[in-house]
């Protein structure tokens, strides 16, 4: 049902009426009014009519995410502005994005493409259960956003953290079940996420696991690639540090396992460039993990430097991981360094 109050009436931490006297919100006692953050778009804007714009939930080097209100569907989303970090600058109370130069306009319209293909990425498999899902998207302001799935939880980096800093297996095969389903179905999609660490999975509070952030993502199949690298050290596989490396689901294999490792031995493996020369990776049973041998050794060749050493699916590495085939896990994906 429509929301039609005055915009100025609703609260941004809880979207409740706020006492028009106090400015004091009755359900969750915060202060209605507060300061926009510097460079992020003023609160209380409205985008496409619809959209409520409340406090940014994070910024990063491509875009500031933000916590929103669709008075459309009276429903709390997560709005995704592109806005790339050196590039783009927005006076104060304004927003509209501004470039500056002709050369940051080149830049940003590059990248803008990308974060197009983001959107259709996303909307292209919206309808899978373990993504954030995607509700909206438009141009304006100069630049583009994304409606999403307000997710309410914490990201398995924290959960680690919270954890001491390490998982015991069980829970680790726990959590990463769902990321592996999930994994399994962009593949036969032909989507590659080329991003996956413990920021980008998602623990919702009724315990669902979700995958974020395809900033990243292309469809492999059709050798659709983005204009930049999402590289995060421990994380990525040579073949992103590489130009014409070849991606495919053994790059998101390589991620998985070192999320796992990560997982189990409190922080991921060396960088991917660093064991092409000399391979300092320690097997977790040598850091007193208790992980079955099989298990292990599947982990491993998961992590293994070199793609063609890789499994070439996700369903090969889930079938020796956790010892059982995955409903529906045909793949037609050949890993073409083998």
């Known amino acids: 049902m429509q929301d039609t109050r005055d915009i100025r009436s609703i609260c941004l931490h809880c979207f409740a009426t706020v006492n028009p006297k106090t400015r004091i919100c009755p359900r969750c006692g915060k202060h209605a009014d507060e300061q926009s953050p510097a460079g992020a778009l003023p609160m209380r804007t409205v985008l496409s ?26 429903s709390v989303v997560a709005i995704k502005e592109f806005f790339p970090k ?26 803008l493409t990308a974060f197009i293909q983001e959107a259709k990425v996303l909307t292209s498999i919206k309808h899978l259960d373990g993504i954030v899902s995607i509700y909206d998207f438009f141009l304006t302001n100069n630049t583009a956003y994304i409606i999403m799935e307000y997710l309410n939880g914490m990201s ?33 999609h032909g989507v590659i996420h080329k991003d996956i660490s413990p920021e980008n999975i998602q623990i919702v509070d009724n315990r669902i696991i979700k995958l974020i952030d395809f900033g990243a993502a292309s469809i492999y ?49 060396p960088e991917a460039t660093e064991r092409r020369v000399t391979d300092k990776i320690v097997p977790p049973s040598q850091l007193g ?32 991981f956790y010892g059982e085939f995955m409903p529906n896990s045909v793949l037609q994906s050949t890993n073409p360094n083998k």
């Open 86 to 111: 050196g590039y783009t600058k927005r006076l104060p109370n304004t927003t509209v994005v501004e470039l500056g130069t002709v050369e940051n306009a080149k830049v940003f319209n590059y990248w």
């Open 221 to 269: 199949t059709q050798n659709i690639q983005k204009p930049f690298f999402v590289l995060k050290k421990g994380y990525s596989p040579l073949e992103l540090y590489t130009q014409g490396g070849s991606q495919g689901p053994w790059t998101d294999i390589y991620e998985l396992g070192s999320t796992i490792y990560t997982c189990l031995v409190g922080n991921p493996p």
């Open 49 to 74: 009519g619809r959209y409520l714009i409340s406090a940014p939930l994070g910024r990063g080097g491509f875009g500031i995410t933000y916590k929103g209100y669709d008075m459309y569907t009276s």
């Open 156 to 188: 398995l980096h924290r959960f680690i953290n919270g954890r001491g800093g390490k998982l015991h297996m069980t829970e680790t095969l726990n959590i990463m079940r769902p990321v592996i389903e999930t994994l399994l179905r962009l593949h036969q």
């Open 289 to 320: 993990v208790k992980i079955q041998p099989v298990r292990e050794k599947s982990l491993l060749k998961a992590l293994s430097v070199y793609p063609k050493d890789r499994y070439s699916n996700i369903a090969a590495f889930q079938q020796m």
